[in-house]
T-cell receptor, first 113, second 113 residues
């Protein structure tokens, strides 16, 4: 069965710092990859997704992610974080075919002024 | 507005008292799913439905039931709730299982005492 690992449980950054959140998955075949964000007290919202094509994917709010097939990774990046980026971030993977979306355990990001 | 609607948002109940959490989507999505979110465990899938009258177990189905009599509705039923089912529950839908990202409902925070 596929699994998703998010290495950082809690990341604390100052405003304007650069962000990179790690995501690795275990599945050798074709995958669809997603990053979701959950702001405090809210539901999950899609940040970006990768299905095929350019491995560098740009999402909303200045986020981007790079799919590196050889490393089974899909890391999320943002050049300069803002206080409003404080949230929990979930990586999710779906193997091709009739399989459900599998989520990582999430990374909590706290941005301090 | 395209959305997934869950009710109630908050629920406190006693052990053993049957309850139903409703989920409805207005996007004509075929695929619907229930997740529970617990600290440190991320999102875990309870049940999912590929289409009307088609449901299947996710990773943590014990103690839950679902039904999919109509395309738009996918209620989650706890026949005899127990304290270990205290959690935050999310309903999600997508056009079909492989169809892009999921749209999530706003969540139901359930406390079983």
């Amino acid at each position: 069965a596929q699994s998703v690992s998010q290495h950082n449980h809690h990341v604390i950054l100052s405003e304007a710092a650069s962000l990179e959140l790690g995501c690795n998955y275990s599945y050798g075949g074709t995958v669809n990859l997603f990053w979701y964000v959950q702001y405090p007290g809210q539901h999950l919202q899609l940040l970006l997704k990768y299905f095929s094509g350019d491995p560098l994917v740009k999402g909303i709010k200045g986020f981007e992610a790079e799919f590196i097939k050889s490393k089974f990774s899909f890391n999320l990046r943002k050049p300069s974080v803002q206080w409003s980026d404080t949230a929990e971030y979930f990586c999710a993977v779906r193997a091709s075919g009739n399989t459900p979306l599998v989520f990582g355990k999430g990374t909590r990001l706290s941005v301090i002024a | 507005e395209a959305q997934v609607t869950q009710n109630p948002r908050y629920l406190i109940t006693v052990t053993g008292k049957k309850l139903t959490v409703t989920c409805s989507q207005n996007m004509n999505h075929e695929y619907m799913s229930w997740y529970r979110q617990d600290p440190g465990l991320g999102l875990r899938q309870i049940y999912y439905s590929m289409n009307v009258e088609v449901t299947d177990k996710g990773d943590v189905p014990e103690g839950y039931k679902v039904s999919r009599k109509e395309k738009r509705n996918f209620p989650l039923i706890l026949e005899s709730p127990s304290p270990n089912q205290t959690s935050l529950y999310f309903c999600a839908s997508s056009l079909f299982q492989g169809g892009g990202g999921y749209t999530f409902g706003s969540g139901t925070r359930l406390t079983v005492v």
